[in-house]
């Protein structure tokens, strides 16, 4: 530094000497912050309106539609070990002797024939419109099985009824398939809730065919003795609109009277329209 500076007069060297201390002050006060601050200006404030603002409506809630619970119906409720179509087991024959017969009868309408039972059946009658009032039911023939309940008011029957199916069968329908909506029909609504069914006979018989079932009933809270009963449909070709249907069911208080079922199917015949 000496040898740069030593070609310039002495007074010069003195004013860039000063002038080099007045930069060092500067930049000192500069560096430590000990000059004067600058002051910001004051913000302005933005007077409130006199009126309170707009409420912001509150957002709407869009309900989101709901799928409805189908409800089970009746059938399909019901309780049953089926066997299928197709598939034939042979009713099997039941020990005893039975009921003796004591003729034919014959239901025009229907066109079906059959063996009448001996006491201690009831005679077989017509039943007209029957208790469904739809020209369905033609002959009837039952058997008091016994009565219960409190006041002994309650009665269980064995029955042997002559009917029409509800409905023609729609295409592709079967005589299986009328036999096994009767025994349906007959479980859903003429036994008691909760009663199981097993398909213990389904075959084959001249233009029809033949399921046989085993009810079993829960425990009666009335006092009724049945437990089980055995239920037989038989559904026909006559040639008529409706296929005809046979119907027997009897209680187990009475199972000395189930060779009364082969009786009835082996004496079945179908009667000209």
């Given at each position: 530094?000496?040898?740069?500076?030593?070609?310039?007069?002495?007074?010069?060297?003195?004013?860039?000497?000063?002038?080099?201390?007045?930069?060092?002050?500067?930049?000192?006060?500069?560096?430590?912050?000990?000059?004067?601050?600058?002051?910001?200006?004051?913000?302005?404030?933005?007077?409130?309106?006199?009126?309170?603002?707009?409420?912001?409506?509150?957002?709407?809630t869009t309900p989101t539609a709901t799928t409805p619970t189908a409800t089970p119906s009746a059938s399909s409720d019901l309780r049953v070990t089926r066997i299928e179509e197709g598939t034939v087991v042979t009713l099997a024959r039941r020990p005893g002797k039975g009921s003796k017969t004591i003729g034919r009868v014959t239901d025009p309408r229907t066109g079906l024939?059959?063996?009448?039972?001996?006491?201690?059946?009831?005679?077989?009658?017509?039943?007209?419109?029957?208790?469904?009032?739809?020209?369905?039911?033609?002959?009837?023939?039952?058997?008091?099985?016994?009565?219960?309940?409190?006041?002994?008011?309650?009665?269980?029957?064995?029955?042997?009824?002559?009917?029409?199916?509800?409905?023609?069968?729609?295409?592709?329908?079967?005589?299986?398939?009328?036999?096994?909506?009767?025994?349906?029909?007959?479980?859903?609504?003429?036994?008691?809730?909760?009663?199981?069914?097993?398909?213990?006979?389904?075959?084959?018989?001249?233009?029809?065919?033949?399921?046989?079932?085993?009810?079993?009933?829960?425990?009666?809270?009335?006092?009724?003795?049945?437990?089980?009963?055995?239920?037989?449909?038989?559904?026909?070709?006559?040639?008529?609109?409706?296929?005809?249907?046979?119907?027997?069911?009897?209680?187990?208080?009475?199972?000395?009277?189930?060779?009364?079922?082969?009786?009835?199917?082996?004496?079945?015949?179908?009667?000209?329209?």
């Amino acid at each position: 530094m000496r040898g740069l500076l030593a070609p310039f007069p002495t007074w010069i060297r003195l004013l860039g000497a000063a002038a080099l201390i007045t930069e060092l002050v500067v930049g000192l006060n500069l560096a430590t912050g000990s000059g004067t601050p600058v002051t910001a200006a004051t913000p302005v404030q933005t007077p409130t309106p006199p009126f309170p603002a707009t409420p912001t409506p509150a957002p709407t809630t869009t309900p989101t539609a709901t799928t409805p619970t189908a409800t089970p119906s009746a059938s399909s409720d019901l309780r049953v070990t089926r066997i299928e179509e197709g598939t034939v087991v042979t009713l099997a024959r039941r020990p005893g002797k039975g009921s003796k017969t004591i003729g034919r009868v014959t239901d025009p309408r229907t066109g079906l024939s059959f063996a009448e039972l001996g006491a201690p059946w009831r005679r077989s009658r017509p039943i007209g419109d029957g208790p469904v009032k739809d020209g369905r039911y033609n002959l009837r023939q039952t058997l008091l099985t016994e009565t219960y309940g409190p006041d002994g008011d309650r009665e269980w029957w064995a029955d042997l009824d002559s009917q029409h199916l509800w409905s023609e069968l729609d295409v592709g329908d079967s005589m299986y398939d009328a036999a096994r909506a009767m025994l349906d029909h007959k479980q859903a609504g003429a036994f008691p809730a909760g009663t199981t069914g097993q398909d213990i006979a389904s075959q084959p018989v001249h233009r029809g065919w033949l399921l046989a079932r085993m009810m079993r009933m829960p425990p009666s809270p009335d006092g009724r003795e049945a437990a089980q009963e055995l239920s037989v449909a038989i559904a026909v070709d006559t040639g008529r609109p409706r296929p005809a249907v046979l119907w027997i069911t009897i209680p187990d208080t009475h199972r000395h009277l189930w060779p009364d079922v082969h009786t009835v199917v082996e004496s079945l015949k179908i009667v000209p329209a």
